[in-house]
């Protein structure tokens, strides 16, 4: 085994200047899961605004701009789908389907309107954190900007 010849406190870094912290819309129409969602997010240090029908989803991306959303797909008014669709046609923001029932159909209509990702519920915290930096991460022509 080597000897380094500095210690690990002398490579320390400037500390970076705080950034805004990156929004999440999660739509969900189940209150319980919402909460948590949103929950497990603030603590990470997202800002998190929810909404529980793919109208309510609509408009707060609109005018909120979140830099993911986690969309449920089986919500009450229209499906998971047309909320991906809808927020495609805008903006190459990263999208994350959830559902419960793992309908195959579903998934795939999710992943042709413009999904990126799907996780199964109940949502492991760890697994949707990692997601989410993850996406966060990307490159914008990653994520389907021509611009970029």
Known sequence: MSQLPYSATEF??????AAQPSKVLVVESNPATAEIAVLVLANAGYEVISASSAQRAVTVAQRWKPDVVLVE???PDRPGAYVCRQLRKRSPIPIIATSLDGDPDAID?????????YLPKPLRSGELLDRIRVHLAAPQAVRGDAAA
Do not use: H, R
């Open 73 to 75: 797909l089986a919500l």
């Open 109 to 117: 209509d999710a992943y042709m309107a413009g999904a990126c990702d």
């Open 12 to 17: 320390t870094l400037p500390p970076i200047a």
